[in-house]
């Protein structure tokens, strides 16, 4: 590691795909990442919109991607209180990715050695002189940057840094996996959910075989086996399924053990995101370090996907690639660039956030008076309930 570099801390898909739209804008930048290896396997797969896909485009990546994961045109939301059903055809693009093809895609578009493994770290502190960040490693290792995006995760060093306040969870927890039916499944390709009391099962079909699932269900304290051992999962799944369909109950069942994954659901308050600070100097933060939320709308991942086109955008308008006599020039303008990040940024992933959370506190409460008033709030503010997918973060 070289000191006065772009740095950003973590390789998940926001990290990556920050680095790449900075390294199509001429930027160089190094990722750290505190895991071994690239973490491409938790989470089994993802869904984006398409929000998402115009910044795949921007990317670069979209083509390669469109390649592994078959279009979903139908949205059906069963509810199993009331055997309502309501089904809407999807007008823009909608994919269920393996985080794999999605997060080996953006890594292989970076060059060789972006990434560190094994860089975990621990503080931030600014250099007084020089007013560049220090990073402090736990190995004991430091580097000073010249300006540090932190794409940490919901459990943000970074963010934290920036004094956000902090994380909060929905009563509810996420199980996610796929299930390959080997002689191929009946699924049509739609999108559809199930819905019984706060139980929320999705169903996403990847291709002919391949089905890409996940449940939001209450979170009870469980046996903490369940952070490790994947039947642990499969069986509390199953236990809060007995009234779903059986074919939905096979899908858990049949599911392939390695992918199955368990996760609290945790939230950054929408008003946190309308007064925080998103950046401090040369620090900012982008993805779920800083707005992580539920997953009841799909676009967490997209979100920072968008916050890394926006950002590099601005980086790179503000001069951070120019050169001049064949020398790179040093550039005063990291405020301005991060500042009007934050201003393009800000109202969206606040509408996004809120919209999320309101939905998930709907799934999650049991209070029927609460329920009408989360309702209530959700026609309101978003009588367009899909109208986020229509944000286009314009060209990189
Ligand atoms: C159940 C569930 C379903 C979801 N479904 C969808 C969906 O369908 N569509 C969608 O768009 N989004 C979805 N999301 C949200 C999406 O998964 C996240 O928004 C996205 O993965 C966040 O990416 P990120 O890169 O910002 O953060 P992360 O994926 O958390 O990556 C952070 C990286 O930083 C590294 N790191 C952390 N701390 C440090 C440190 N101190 N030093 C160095 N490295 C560090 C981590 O190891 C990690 O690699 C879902 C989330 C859940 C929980």
Redesign the pocket.
Known sequence: MEDDEVVI?????????TALALHRKGIKSVV????DSL?NIT?A?????QN?WRALDQLGVADTLRRTAAAIKRDRMVSLDGGRQHDTSIDGEFR?LK?KDLIDTLYAALPPATVKFG????SIKIDPNTTKPVLR?IDGSSIMAKVVIG???????VANFLNLKATKMFPLC???GFTNYRNGHLFDHEFARFRKDNVLVGRIPINGNMVYW?I?QPYVPADKRIWEDPEEIRRTSLEFLSDFPQDVQEMIEYADANSL?F?R??YRAPWDLLTGKFYKGRVVV????LH????FL????????EDAVVLARNMAQLGFNRVESGRKVMVHDHEEAFNIFARERRMRVFRLSLQTYLTGMLLGTSSRLKKVIYIVLLVVLFSNTRGHVDYDCGVL
């Open positions: 801390i973590g390789a998940g898909i926001c990290g990556l795909a750290l990442e505190k895991s973490r989470g797969a993802i869904g984006i919109w998402g269920s985080r860089c975990q770290l621990e490693f794409c940490d995760g919901g459990k943000s060093i996420g199980i996610r996940f939001a994954s996760a659901l945790r982008a993805g779920d370090a992580v939320m539920g997953p799909g676009q967490g991942g997209s979100a920072g996907l």
